[in-house]
């Protein structure tokens, strides 16, 4: 600190003249010294020695009177003189002090001055600060735009400044602008620029869109729009809870699964577990007819070794009866968890061997051919010009897909022995997703479908020959026409979340660019057309999500009840869109903007709907149902909405359509707060056991840390003295560990002591068993066989997985957990049916003892604040303790505890460090036994330790603070759905039911949230949705 | 928080005998100036005086010496000045006197006003001197060009020589 000081001030000083004295030898000495200069500089050897080491000293030494580089040449020149005969005046000059004749007086009197006005010219003149010099002119003098541009400064200081912004852009890197701003903006290059950049990440369609209003990052090997340049976190929030907000998922990866139905089935089995909801063979998915979410797990190790959450998509049987025909099935998967998901399928299907005709090359042969079509068709000027310039002018074509893939490297795989394909789509299907509950109005009014078409518009072209040959067929032109028709039905449904969730519609459609309207409007529904008139005025809040009031006749509404009945037929969630040759095609004869543009002008009445006739395209897309908020008592149906699949080349044409009815566009933080305000796990921040959550959460565990120390010490949290021993990342594994222990200390003292009071909680059991009858009995049973696979699940892995947690997916586990959370009798509240609460009591002790043979569990709870208080990222859930409890029974405005102040223990360490790092600097020169010693300590310490947080290895994480530690919360805000403070987070399970054993029924699930960087708990009620 | 004002005094040490070059340093200008001020205006100037008094520079050679002072009582310092009849350092006493040049507000204008000083000062000593260089070494000074010192010096020495 001081070091740099000096430094600072050494700079400063580095022009100003120092003082100068005679020195003590020169008067006595009789005749050696020649002049004064010289004399001073013999003077001031002996200085140096004294002090070698003390900087400021040297540097004074370099500026005295005169800088040293001038003297020396001084003397040199005066030695010339001698040498020229002219010594005449030495002899004059030893006699300086003594006599000081009157001649030589003029000399050294003029050399002296000189000598001084060079020095004060030297400090007068040259600046000496670090500042720039516009910078040091006082503040009335400063003019807007200084630094660019000299002639704004006074005249006196130009020429500084102007050494100065010469310096300053020879730093500045010089980028390379070979060419001009407009040869430089023109299509090819343009082109040529974009597919150079999305080489290395890729890019969505609608990247230059994003580009332009979002904050980009670079994500999962994407470009993707985090949040947009505007201020919007609040309209983005009223769209999706209003109106329709719109994103680009289209960086999801698909996988495709081809082969035997049963041979899928089996092997996919094996990667999920029926504990955790409906699996691949659940009947309505299988059938095609909805969409399937799950988690998978590498094959057999369930509960374990978590791969990720996935969806998933049937393709419909085409001819019901055929038992083995061969399904196609997509797995969509996040970015972030596809490599894993991939190489586990690979080798569970044993699928190896790539595949030839399935790999891309073929599309890039193709590519290359209709780009010398392409050239043979429009050599127009510019192309002429290139070729002038060079023969080797090669004609470029807009990356369409995943701009990184290596040509040669196969994406498809198929395995020998079951014939099951496995195909990487990745950037092969498009993927947008509207949430709101007018998110079906927008797709209704942008998207119209396709006209059948029995004629051909062109023979020599492709386009729309699938369609034609569709057309033909009687039956899927019926199917055509259903599905329109409901796609028409859409429109009377008051938000998607009537349609039963995950439901898929195919549609072929025509191009959506065509009926573009002239000015962006909001899209809004057209009640009168399905619904009585005293409905129209009815809100959109989420409160009012219902069904249809059905209470007319109109057959529409008929209708459109049924299709909420009955939900959409199995037979009209078939699309072409599976086809992949039909999506290239699609995606190959794709009208050009510029050719759509051209036609528009040269409409005879300008202005007026274009007709594109048979030359229109088709495009097969598919819209799916996705489900909002299904867990959880408030809210129901909140932020649900349709995904719409499309094939790629055409997601600008679909994308501007939606805009213009009024969708607004999120990047991924208004993703991640959607899935906050629905009380969902995000991808992959929520997923800590799986490896990309491990991932995830090592990155952020750096981005904080950087963040954190870029601070000064002084300007940033101590965490050492708010208790908090993990503010960057939740150490899930030592949590769970320090449970164990917890739980086996307390049970070793237990055990002796309340042997009886257990066997008083049996007795107290055994009247409420005949009350709940048969029912009871099955769910106990049920949990029974639960605990059974868990203890064989224990007992298997055993040791390996003595370092390993995992989260509890187990639905009936969850339900029951769930229950237990909530407070049984409230004030208002009126005792639950006996035979919920006997089966509570009945599971308690089954549930203790499956965690006790199974410790590492955590639980994915959500909170909500009582009163006060936003919770962040990494805050930490604790028990509260009997104390809390009663002041907030006493106090109805109880804010909560406060953590009492640590001590920091390791600023001491840190400090002697430091003087220790001081010493081995200074006294590098000293060489004894001691410093030796101190260097083997210092040599000895691991890692540096930093101001404000835990060195490594941690204390016991549980009990560090006053408060028992739980779990922490992964995600954590103001919810601008719910009104107050939401947090989701993860709790360990031992934890939580030590908790809830102890707590009382009518505060049965309260628990205290602390926020890293404070002192203040906060009561949080802690809910377990399933 | 306001910065406080100082006030510098340029001033310059004449003494008949050349020895007592030898004890312009610091202390000695320090001591004698305070001493000056002490005996002037008493206990209460010594200790106004006192706050942040510095000698900032001095070049024994030309015998300048720049004194910093509070704004508040430079006068002080000012009027004391001129009592100061000797300079002692090591037991040696040389009789002396203050001629105070300029008094500055910044340490840069004080420079500036040497500059300009000692310029006179040559321009005066050339005067004097008759020789062929002289004009030559005129018109450079007169110029500015006395950064270059190493040819300004060159001709000082034909001058000199010569004359």
Known sequence: MSNAREKKRAKKMRNQPASVTLSSDCGPCPSGIQHHNGGSRSFQTPKQDLHPDSSQEFQQQRHQHQSPGPSYRKEQYFSKGQGRGRGGWRGGRQNVSQEMPKYITASTFAQARAAEINAMLKAVTQKSSNSLVFQTLPRHMRRRAMSHNIKRLPRRLREIARKEAEKAVHQKKEHSKNKCRKARRRHVNLVVEFNRRQKKNIWLETHIWHAKRFHMVKKWGYCLGDRPTTKSYRACYRAMTKHCLLQDLSYYCCLELNGKEEELLKVLARMCSIDTGPTFAAVPCLSGRLQGSLVLYRADRYPEDLLGPITFIWKPKDGSGITSETRQLWIWTHPSLKQDILTELKTVFQCSEPVETCSPEPIVTLLQEEKQTDVAMIVGKKRKREDNEGEKAVPVKKIIGDGTRVPLESYCWTSQTTGVVISDLTMEILRYRLIGPLSHCVLTEALKTASIQTEMADAETELNNWWVENCKNSEKVSLHQRQEAIFELLQGINSPSEIAAGTILGLTVGDPRVNLPKKSSKAMPNPEKYQG?????????????????????????????????????????????????????????????????????????????????????????????????????????????????????????????????????????????????????????????????????????????????????????????????????????????????????????????????????????????????????????????????????????????????????????????????????????????????????????????????????????????????????????????????????????????????????????????????????????????????????????????????????????????????????????????????????????????????????????????????????????????? | RAALRCRYLLCEIVSEDPRCRQCIDERAVGAAAKDAVARTHGDYGLACCSISFTVKYLNAYTGIVLLRCRKDFYRLLWSALPFVTYLENRNQRYSCFFNTLHVGGTIRTCQKFLVQYNRKQLLLLLHNCTSEGKQLLHSYILKGALLHMDFVLCCMMHVFHFS
């Open chain 1, 533 to 1026: 008139k005293e409905d129209l005025h009815r809100s959109w809040s989420c409160a009012q999500w219902k069904p249809l009031s059905n209470h007319t006749d109109d057959p529409d509404n008929e209708k459109v009840r049924q299709l909420l009945l009955e939900g959409v037929p199995v037979e009209c969630a078939h699309s072409f869109i599976w086809d992949q040759t039909i999506c290239k095609n699609v995606t190959e004869n794709k009208i050009p903007e510029q050719d759509l543009n051209h036609m528009r002008g040269e409409l005879l009445v300008p202005g007026s709907q274009l007709d594109l006739g048979p030359c229109e395209s088709k495009i097969p897309i598919l819209l799916v149902q996705q489900p909002g908020k299904v867990a959880g008592e408030d809210r129901p149906g909140w932020g649900s909405g349709w995904d719409i699949y499309l094939p790629k080349g055409w997601g600008m044409a679909f994308w501007i359509p939606f805009i213009y009815r009024g969708a607004r566009v999120g990047g991924l933080q208004e993703g991640l707060k959607h899935s906050e305000y629905k009380r969902t796990p995000h991808i992959p921040n929520d997923f800590p056991d799986c490896p990309a959550g491990i991932q995830f959460a090592k990155e952020l565990e750096n981005v904080l840390l950087e963040k954190f120390k870029r601070r000064p010490p002084a300007k940033r949290a101590n965490y050492v003295k708010l208790g908090t021993l993990a503010p960057f990342l939740c150490p899930w594994g030592q949590l769970t560990r320090d449970w164990e222990v917890r739980n086996k200390a307390q049970e070793e003292s237990v055990v002796t002591s309340s042997a009886d009071s257990k066997s008083g909680a049996t007795e107290r059991q055994v009247p409420c068993e005949p009350k709940p009858g048969l029912t009871i009995e099955d769910s106990q049973g049920d949990i029974m066989e639960e605990m059974a696979k868990i203890q064989n699940l224990c007992k298997e892995d055993g040791a390996a997985t003595s370092s390993g947690f995992f989260v509890l997916r187990n639905r009936k586990l969850l339900k029951q957990l769930s229950a237990r959370c909530r407070p049984t009798c409230g004030k208002g509240q009126r005792v639950r049916p006996a035979s919920k609460l006997g089966q509570k009591e009945m599971t308690e002790d089954a549930l203790l003892s499956i965690f006790k043979c199974y410790p590492r569990v955590l639980v994915w709870v959500s909170l909500s604040l009582l009163r006060k208080g936003s919770p962040e990222l990494h805050a930490m859930i604790c028990i509260p303790t009997q104390e809390d409890f009663l002041q907030l029974n006493k106090d109805q405005l109880f804010c909560g505890p406060q953590e009492p102040k640590h001590s920091d223990i390791f600023k001491h360490k840190i400090l002697k460090l430091k003087e220790r790092k001081k010493k081995k600097n200074n006294g590098n020169a000293l060489e004894s036994g001691a410093s030796d010693a101190l260097e083997a300590k210092a040599v000895e310490e691991p890692k540096e330790l930093i101001l404000g947080l835990w060195p490594d290895p941690l204390p016991d994480v549980t009990s560090h603070c006053s408060r028992i530690l739980l779990g922490f919360v992964t995600q954590g805000d103001f919810s601008l759905a719910a009104g107050c403070g939401e947090a989701l987070g993860f709790v360990n399970l031992t934890g939580l039911l030590h908790m809830l054993s102890s707590q009382p029924t009518d505060k049965k699930g309260l628990v205290l949230l602390r926020t890293p960087a404070s002192l203040q708990y906060r009561f949080a009620r802690l809910n377990i949705e399933v």
